[in-house]
C-alpha cells in the first residue's frame, strides 16, 4: 500500500498517516514488511524536513502506533498499536494492525486531520470567492461602460443592478466614460 496523502488548495497543509516508533522516529514510507522511518525535527520547522539522521529501515513489528500528521508542523492522536484483534479499543485510540494500516484504517485517523484543515479550507473558499466577487465587478464596470457608450441612461443601468439612479451614478459615472 502506497502512503496515502492529502493536501489542501492553498499547499499549505499535507496530511498523511505515518508509523509512530516509541524512540521518537517516524514513518516515511513502507515497503512489504520494511518501514523506513526518521527522527523528525523538533524545532518547529515542517515535518517532513527532516534532519536528524540518515533514513534507516526498520521492520514492521517495531511500529508501535500510528498518527497521522501534517506538513504544517500539526500531529494528531496517536494510536497505541496492540498485540491482537481482541485488544483492539477504537474509542480510546488503541488499534490492531497485523502489518501496513488498511485502507479503512487510514481512513478512520484521517478524519482528525480533516478536521485539523477544516478551518483553513473554510478561509481559503471565502478568499478565492472574493477574488470572483472583484472580477465580477470589474466586468461589471465595462458593462456599465460599454452601455452608456452605447446611449443607455443611467436609469435604465441603475434597475438593471437593482440599485437607485443615484447610487449607479456615484458608483460608476466618475469610472466610466
Ligand atoms: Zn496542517
Redesign the pocket.
Known amino acids: 500500500m502506497d502512503v496515502m496523502s492529502r493536501q489542501t488548495d492553498d499547499g499549505k ?1 499535507e496530511g498523511f498517516v505515518t508509523a509512530w516508533f516509541p524512540d521518537g522516529m517516524l514513518g516515511t514510507g513502507f515497503t512489504g514488511n520494511t518501514v523506513f522511518a526518521r527522527m523528525p525535527c523538533t524545532d518547529g520547522r515542517k515535518l517532513h524536513d527532516y534532519d536528524r539522521g540518515e533514513e534507516v529501515e526498520r521492520p514492521d513489528s517495531e511500529v508501535a502506533g500510528w498518527q497521522p500528521v ?3 508542523g ?1 500531529r494528531g492522536s496517536l494510536w497505541r498499536r496492540v498485540a491482537t484483534e481482541a485488544e483492539q479499543d477504537l474509542t480510546v485510540y488503541r488499534a490492531y494492525s497485523r502489518d501496513s494500516l488498511s485502507d479503512d484504517f487510514d481512513e478512520m485517523l484521517m478524519v482528525e486531520w480533516e478536521q ?2 477544516a478551518p483553513a479550507t473554510a478561509v481559503h473558499e471565502v478568499a478565492l470567492i472574493t477574488a470572483e466577487i472583484r472580477d465580477a465587478e470589474q466586468r461589471r464596470v465595462e458593462a456599465v461602460t460599454r452601455a452608456r457608450a452605447a446611449g443607455a441612461s443611467w436609469e435604465a443601468i441603475a434597475q438593471a443592478a437593482n440599485i437607485t439612479r443615484q447610487s449607479a451614478h456615484e458608483r460608476w459615472s466618475k469610472i466610466t466614460r
Open positions: 497543509h501534517c506538513e504544517c500539526w485539523h484543515i
